[in-house]
Structures are given as C-alpha cells and as structure tokens.
C-alpha cells in the first residue's frame, strides 16, 4: 500500500502524457465538449449562424436560441485560448420564461455527462498520515478544498519554479513544450494546501520521495446533489444570504484539532458554493443581481482574480461562472452607477423569445406536456390536433414588435424563414437592424411577449375548463381564451396588453386558415388533398408556356420529387379563379405573381426536392377557398351543405367527413363536431 501511494501522483502525471488523463482548465473542458460534437452551418433571420448539436440532444433539449448559444460558445472558446473572457461571468438577462435558467441547467448536465467519461474524469489529491506531523489533533486525512488538479501540486512541488520544471522534465518524462504547455495554466496552490504541503516539506526534512507518500490522488465527486463541479446559487433574501454561501466560513469543528492558529485549514471552504466547483467546474449564480450588495461585491472579486479570499488568504479558482438575470432587475442594477464595475467585468448577453413557430411547435409541446393527459373523472383528455399550431402562432405573434416594413403576419413566416409574397428576408434583418439600435432591450426584437411560463398557464386554465373536462378533449379554439384570461391576469403594462389581444385576433384568423385547409382534406377524404392542389396550380402555371403543349392543353412534365414522367390537363379555369382570390385583377399583376411562384420552385426545388409550397399560406388560402366555395351537391358551398343537414345528402356528407376525420385526421368526436360547427360560422373571417 506504501508503495502505491508513494507513486500515486506519478501514476497520474504518467496517465497525463499517455494522454489518458488530461490537465485543462473549465473553459478548455467546456469548448472541447461543445465544438467536439457535430457543428452545422445555418441561416436564421438572414444571417448566418451555426446550430452545436450538442443543444439539440436529449429528450427535452434546447430548441431555437441560436444566437445566445452561438454568443456563449465565442466566449468560453475565446476564454479557453487565453483571452480577456477568462477573466469575467457570462451573464444571460431577459425576460421571465424564455429559457434562460433551462440552458444553464442543460449545459451543466451535459458537462457532468462529459466529465463521467473515463478520459475527461477529473481528479484531485489529498494529505494522508497527517496525524504523524503532530498539529492535526485527530484530522488524519485532509482533501484538497478546491479540488485543485495533481498537476497543480506537481507545479508546486518546489519553492523555484525551475526546480519544478527541471523535475517534471527529468523525472516525470515530460518534453520541454509539453511542461511549457502546462505552465500557461499554472496557479499556486490554494492557501491551506500550499501550508500542508509545507508542513509536510518540514516533517520530511524536504526529500521529495518521503514527502509523495503523504499524496492519494482521487476522482472528483460528480454527484449533482453535492454541488460540485456544477453547483448553482440562488439569490437569497437580504437576510439570510451572506458571503458564507459563497466563499465559506472559520469551522468551530476543526479549531478543535489544528493547535496551530495560522493554519489556514481553519476555513472551511466547502461551506461556500463557490470551492465545490473550483476544481474546473460551471458556477451558476441564478438571478445575480437580486443579492444584496456586498454579495455581488464578492462577486466582482472572484470574477476579476478567480480567487476566493478570506482574512488574507487566498484559494486560487478555476471556474466557468454564468449568471441570469431578469431585465427589471438588471436595469434597476444598472441605474445605480456606483455599481458600474461588475457589470464591466460582466459579457452581457441579452435573450430574446423564440420567434419561430415552427420551432415554438416543440416548445407548445413541453408545455402542454408528453404524458396522456386525464380530465377529473379520470378519463384520457384527447388533443385536438390544431391545438400545438394555435398556442405556438399565438404566443409567436404576441413577440413580435409592430413594424411599418411588415404586416404581423409578414414577419413571423419571415422569422421562420418562410415566403411572405414580395417581401424578403433582408426587410426583415432591416427591421431587426434598425430595433437593435434601440438602447431600451425590451424594445428590440423578439424580447417582449409572453413567456414559455404564460403559456403554460394558459395549457393549465384549458385543462381545468368545464367545456374540456365535458368534451374529454383540449379543443384548439379554447386556447385563445385561456391565453386572453393569461394576458389580463398576467401582464400589467396596459399597451403591451393591447397589442398581446390584438395579437391574438390575428392568431384566429391564422387558426380559421388552417380549419378551412383540414376542411377541405375531410371533404376530399384524404389527409394531404389540399397540397395536391397547390402543387396541381404551381405545374400548372409552369406548363402553361410550355412548347410541347398541344391543342389539347395536355402537357407532360417529369417529376422532379419522384422522378416520373406525368401528364396534366392545364385547366386555365381553375388558374383564373385562384389568381382572382388572390387578389390579382390585371394580367401583369398575374404574370409577376406567375413569375415570382417559378423564381420560388427554382430556387427552392435544387435544395429540396420535396418543397411543397404549403408554407406561402395566401396561396394555400386561395386553392382552399377555389375548392371549397365551389358547388357541393347544389348546396352553393361546403359551409352552406355542412351547416343545412336536413336533406339526406348533406347529413350523409357531414358523417363521412367526421368518419374521415377519426380516421385519418388524428380528431376525437368532440373535436371533430367543433370544428365543423367553427368552420360554418362566419367567426375570425378575414
């Protein structure tokens, strides 16, 4: 066992230069996880960015946030190459419920996942035989505080720093540049390792042999519950929070063995949160400027010198520190101007909203959650399958800021990099552009709106209604007034809670779209009939020209999804109705329209293969409006024969599109008899 332990520090550094251990400090440790992981190119509001898979594993990931991640990767890489970030906090400021708290808990998880690898294992050293030296009392084994790394020890094995070079070269077998390589992360050893140490070089009379068998090397602890190398701090009320939390304290305990009262052992460290993630660990100070003053002075300290300093002595750190705060809280912090130097000493990200519906899709899908939900008798709730479109569209819109560029409507089928007529993306970077200029943050884009937590709220009163509980199904319409009941409770700004209503009008009018769309699939009794239709119109307008179009309007096409040689009637009929419901009166205003649909299909079919159009929601409006608005069984309409079932044909019609509904459209009854009965009002027509 002597004998083990006397090369225990030997056998580590002899693991380091096989390279099956390794020596990196938290931000190395953190961008060697991040940029190890599949990286891709992408665009996002018309700019190009770069989406970390990392983000996006796990069963509940992070979704969107492209821009705060990408923000957050530049400065821990940038950090781990030795620039000005290693010496401050990342700080995430936003408003309530837009992820901040969950992308910091996520990160940390993922770290401990990459550290429980066996060759990102941290370890750390402890004193053993201390009892022999005589000032311990009954201490016998003392673990570094910090959780400092072996090699820290083996840096400062000697007083002269030569001596420790000169030692790890010969000795230990290290090449010059390797030790070179070592030393750009040297830090002394913590106050009361460093005084061990000592001790230990006294008792020995300084032979270096004698003095490593007093050395256990061991792995870190990973559990989360202990807080150590990912450890997060609350902001406690004025009263209870102290600098005990964080830094730590003089232990009564141990003042009853050390009888040497110079003895820095003293303070116990691992009191604070601060020393249990020292060892190149990830500091989480949750709402950091709710502390109290002098805490958030303890903080600037430990951010600028990574030390933690008590009555003089100091525990060098090697910490990641990330902190969140709220925008009410960081501006009142910020209009006290004696304050001026943590924020310095801060990079401020500031984290806007998603505002992409597509991807609030999953973001709904947390909220409303994954298990089958029960009504209170017990019985399974159904979903409406409107339901996730209708909460994500609404919630979308209410955070997005009014523009003279862009309708509403323009800017959230830009913001998911949709078509939105003649309007482009670059309108869209302007109007980001010119917001970001604002110095008030809540004015900028995407940075008001309700949250992830308000629309929780609002999946919350939807499950508890009467009208939910009676149907045994979450009915998509209902969420519009449960997010109302949200906006009038919830949100106290009396213009924000005017633009969040009339953002909630535009959602029903969206949400009538899609009803009008799952309509027509019903009628046709086929879940994908209305994207037929629209395709039917884009080849149709694409053929219309064609030289091989014979008297006959008879025109064959190969497919480029499929690959098929197909033949199609030009029906010039059915191309005149839709351009009319478009709104498109003269030839010219046709022809353009004509011409930017091919531009669309050129540029879009080269990437993919399988576009469908069925994201320019005008013109799937129209098809749906051509098809439904014909004659039906003499009834003038679908409306007309859906709402009058007193003659045998239309009741006949009525069932088969709720059978077809059941059956192929995901509705339960309840569901299915609502929405027909929204589809023949004349209720958010626009």
């Not at 709220?457 to 007034?481: H, P, W």
């Not at 005008?618 to 004659?631: F, G, N, P, Q």
Request: net charge neutral; with cysteine.
């Amino acid at each position: 066992m002597a004998q083990k332990t006397s090369n225990a520090l030997h056998h580590h550094l002899t693991a380091v230069k096989e390279g099956k251990r390794r020596f990196e400090n938290a931000f190395q440790g953190v961008s060697r996880m991040i940029l190890g992981n599949q990286i891709e190119k992408i665009t996002v509001h018309g700019t190009t960015t770069y989406n970390f898979k990392i983000f996006g594993s796990g069963r509940k990931h992070v979704i969107g946030m492209y821009d705060e991640i990408n923000s957050f990767v530049s400065f821990v890489k940038d950090a781990a190459e030795g620039g000005s970030s290693k010496e401050m906090a990342y700080v995430l400021v936003g408003e309530p419920g837009n992820g901040k708290t969950f992308f910091v808990e996520f990160l940390c998880n993922k770290y401990r996942e990459f550290l429980l690898r066996e060759e990102n294992r941290k370890y750390t050293f402890r004193f053993t035989n201390l009892g022999s030296i005589g000032t311990y009392g009954r201490i016998n084994v003392i673990e570094s505080q910090t959780y400092e790394d072996p090699m820290i020890l083996a840096m400062n094995m000697f007083d002269a720093q030569a001596e420790n070079q000169q030692y790890l070269e010969k000795r230990c077998g290290f090449s010059e540049q390797a030790v070179e390589k070592f030393y750009e992360n040297y830090r002394p050893l913590g106050a009361c390792s460093g005084y061990i140490w000592n001790d230990i070089r006294n008792y020995t009379n300084g032979n270096i042999d004698e003095m490593l068998k007093f050395v256990e090397i061991v792995p870190v602890p990973l559990t989360e519950s202990l807080g150590t190398v990912t450890g997060k701090y609350p902001a406690k009320d004025k009263i209870t929070s102290s600098a005990v939390d964080l830094l730590g304290e003089e232990s009564i305990q141990r003042l009853l063995h050390i009888t040497d009262t110079n003895n820095p052992y003293r303070f116990d460290l691992r009191r604070g949160a601060l020393a249990r993630v020292a060892g190149g660990g990830i500091h989480f100070s949750d709402e950091i400027f709710k502390n109290k003053k002098d805490l958030v002075q303890v903080y600037l300290g430990v951010i600028q010198n990574r030390n933690i300093e008590i009555d003089g002595f100091k525990w060098p750190i090697d910490t990641l520190i990330i902190a969140t705060s709220n925008n009410s809280e960081f501006n009142r912090f910020l209009a006290e101007k004696e304050e001026a130097p943590i924020v310095d000493r801060c990079r401020i990200c500031y984290v806007s909203h998603n505002t992409d519906y597509k991807l609030q899709k999953d973001l709904t899908s947390y909220a409303i959650g994954g298990d089958t939900k029960t009504a209170l008798n017990r019985e399974n709730l159904h979903t409406d399958p409107n339901l996730n479109y209708a909460a994500s569209v609404a919630v979308v819109l209410t955070r997005l800021p009014r523009s003279e560029k862009l309708t509403p409507i323009e800017t959230m089928k830009l913001s998911a990099g949709e078509v939105a007529g003649e309007k482009s993306i670059k309108t869209l970077a302007e109007v980001i552009d010119m917001l970001s200029q604002d110095p008030d943050i809540t004015k900028r884009f995407g940075q008001k709106g309700l949250g992830q937590r308000n629309l929780g709220r609002a999946v919350q009163l939807l499950v508890e209604s009467s009208e939910t509980n009676e149907g045994l199904c979450m009915f998509a319409y209902d969420i519009f007034k449960t997010l109302e009941r949200v906006i009038l409770d919830y949100v106290t700004d009396a213009n924000d809670r005017a633009k969040y209503l009339e953002d909630i009008k535009t959602a029903k009018g969206l949400y009538r779209e899609r009803i009008m769309t799952e309509m027509f699939n019903a009628y046709m009794d086929e879940p994908l009939a209305i994207r037929k239709d629209v395709m039917n119109y884009v080849n149709m307008i694409i053929g219309i020209d064609a030289e091989n179009l014979g008297p006959d309007k008879m025109w064959k096409y190969k497919d480029p999804q499929t690959g098929e040689l197909k033949a199609m009637k030009i029906d010039q009929r059915y191309i005149d109705s839709v351009e009319e419901r478009l709104g498109l009166k003269t030839s010219e205003q046709r022809e353009t329209f004509r011409t930017s649909i091919r531009k669309i299909y050129g540029q879009k079919i080269s990437v993919n293969s399988n576009y469908d159009f069925m994201d320019n929601l005008e013109l799937v409006k129209a098809v749906t409006d051509v098809r439904l608005k014909s004659d039906i069984a003499g009834a003038g309409s679908l409306i007309g024969a859906l709402a009058n079932r007193t003659n045998e044909e239309n009741q006949k019609l009525y069932d088969r599109m709720i059978t077809t509904m059941l059956t192929k459209l995901n509705y339960c009854r309840t569901c299915a008899q609502k929405t027909i009965e929204y589809f023949c009002t004349q209720e958010d027509e626009k």
